[in-house]
């Protein structure tokens, strides 16, 4: 399979387990990226706050309306990024980058994978997750479900309601808190299930995060367009996609000024809380590249050449 990480024992926990922990930012870097933080937004404000009110939400620079901001924020992230990716990464390109700002008694953040962004689902995009203050349970560190990354119904387009939406709370019992030191990276596998809890402290939780693919990859969008649930349409994307669009309107619209390259079926197929308590268990015999998918469509093939056997 491809290479990602250089280094043999980081990438076989990354494989196994969905996430790795390692030393990634010097502590001149995190003191960089915590100024920009501050300077490059105009108000500052953050705009934090939660659909229904109640308690503070997270302010997530990729979702900032301001485009002239989020080209800033996305440029100065990637720059001090970029020499790590190179030095542990076996060609692997940034796609995009982002601040989150977790507010005192704020911040919680649900179950969810993250949408795919190359055409073949196996292809293995990581997020680099990075915290610019020591972060543990008490200020909502990530949380991860070990192993789920190997868990994939088909193509998780943005938008697309997640798999586990009945059963969320099971979820977050299977899940455990990775405690992280400011300048220490997560890398984590793009379908692993995560969440983060609020943060309890009254002092603001900052972190800075890059989205990075194998670098010979196309780069695409898959969008789910309610009304036509039965396919989805993929969209050849690059950097600017990520700081052009408002992401938040490609829940509700279709992309401009994208090249379409036409559509694929919604093979996505359902799976139950008993599945997925038996696929957690059972993937950690699994190889890495083995998903749910595939076992599935191996079973399918399986049965279908037994009945005809039987009717020969
Ligand atoms: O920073 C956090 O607390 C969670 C971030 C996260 O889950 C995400 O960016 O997908």
């Not at 440029?75 to 990024?81: D, G, P, R, S, V």
């Amino acid at each position: 399979m491809r290479r990602i990480l250089f280094d043999d024992k980081a990438q076989k926990e990354l494989l196994q387990r969905g996430y790795v922990k390692v030393p990634f930012l010097s502590a001149k870097e995190v003191s960089l990226l915590l100024e920009g933080l501050e300077q490059l937004h105009l108000n500052n404000k953050f705009n934090i706050k939660n659909e229904d009110d109640s308690q503070p939400g997270y302010y997530y620079s990729i979702l900032d309306e301001d485009i002239d901001y989020k080209r800033k924020a996305t440029e100065y992230i990637q720059k001090i990024f970029a020499p790590h990716v190179e030095r542990l990464f076996d060609g692997y390109k940034i796609l995009t980058s982002s601040f989150f700002v977790k507010p005192p008694k704020g911040g919680f953040l649900d179950t969810h994978q993250h949408f795919p962004v190359t055409t073949n689902i196996n292809d293995i995009s990581v997020i680099i997750w990075c915290p610019l203050v020591d972060v543990d349970e008490s200020n909502g560190t990530l949380q991860v479900v070990e192993g789920s990354h190997k868990i994939v119904p088909g193509v998780l387009a943005y938008g697309y309601p997640p798999f586990f939406s009945q059963y969320s709370d099971v979820i977050k019992k299977c899940s455990k808190p990775i405690p992280a030191k400011a300048g220490e990276a997560i890398i984590f596998d793009n379908n692993l299930i995560h969440w983060s809890t609020e943060n309890t402290t009254h002092q603001y939780r900052h972190t800075a995060q890059v989205l990075a693919i194998p670098a010979e990859k196309q780069a695409v969008f898959y969008y789910f367009d309610k009304n036509l649930p039965d396919k989805f349409e993929v969209f050849e994307i690059n950097n600017e996609f990520f700081i052009e669009q408002i992401l938040l309107e490609l829940l509700e619209k279709r992309p401009e000024n994208l090249n379409s390259l036409g559509f694929i079926k919604n093979e996505n197929q359902p799976i139950s809380e008993e599945t997925f308590i038996s696929m957690l268990k059972k993937g950690k015999g699994l190889l890495p590249e083995i998903h749910f998918i595939k076992e599935e469509k191996k079973q399918k093939i399986n049965w279908l050449a037994k009945i005809k056997t039987m009717f020969r």
